[in-house]
């Protein structure tokens, strides 16, 4: 019962569930873009990471936390805090279930084995392995969200240059991204909008995998450095609907208890 209340819902029903990057993803090392992706939409989107900073800052960074907090009329409606290691794959979310308890769970990515606590017990057996699960969907849904902008160039995503537009008054390319067998559903395809003269995503649409057209637009905003890399940390929906990413920190070294204890 206690990791029940904590799976049924595993991802907040407020807003949609990404999840084409998935496990192909995991390294978040400097790739060369794929045969199918055109070579303008390539140079876009080498100009997109130039301007968060470059590959040599990314590549250095140790590990990152950060809050995923879905707000909907100015008011928080769900909210997990992550701590991610990106040099070895470690994975901690902690927040609160519906029915009040507070829930942990650690576990490395593309790794069933794991360990999880709600309410304060140790969480053993199948309950278990469902809370690993649902840690792997939360991090693949809440890190796409936040970080999306630093994935245009990973291994099996295919990057189509769709041309010019124009959003908020600002002139814009456009890049389709389609994704080539990964990830839990590789169906999705997104559209995203650059910014011709700062190189910064300010828009992004998106058809998930099951869905029908039309795509659902998100503007992202109130970009933010922090030790030369630069983050969006609010994405505005339609009908007053916000994903935050607050609490951002930069870690150079994560304390052992970070993925050992609750």
Known sequence: MIARSLVSRPVSSFVPRLAAWGLACL??????ALATSDTTAVRIADQV??????????DALEGLRWSFEVSINDTVRASRRHAWDKHTGWHRVEG?????????????????AGLAWVGGTKIEGDSLTKLVTLGQ???????????MPYKLRDPGVNLTYVGQGEVDGKSVDKLALSFDHVGE??????????????????KWEYVLEGQQPPPTPWMWTDWEEH??????????????????????EMVSHFPSETFTAP
């Not at 609160?96 to 069933?112: E, F, M, P, S, W």
């Not at 559903?185 to 300010?202: F, K, L």
């Open 227 to 248: 030790d030369g890399l630069w983050f969006s940390t609010a994405r505005r929906g339609d009908n007053k609907r916000t994903i935050y990413t607050r609490n951002l």
């Open 137 to 147: 969907s939360l991090w693949t849904n809440d890190s796409y969200w936040f970080l």
């Open 49 to 58: 990471m130039t301007t968060l900073g470059g590959h040599t800052k990314w």
């Open 185 to 202: 559903t590789p169906g999705d395809h997104y559209w995203v909008s650059v910014d011709r003269a700062t190189h910064r995503v300010v």
């Open 27 to 32: 390294a978040f090392l400097p790739q060369p």
């Open 96 to 112: 609160t279930n519906r029915a009040g308890q507070k829930y942990v769970i650690i576990h490395k990515l593309g790794d069933k």
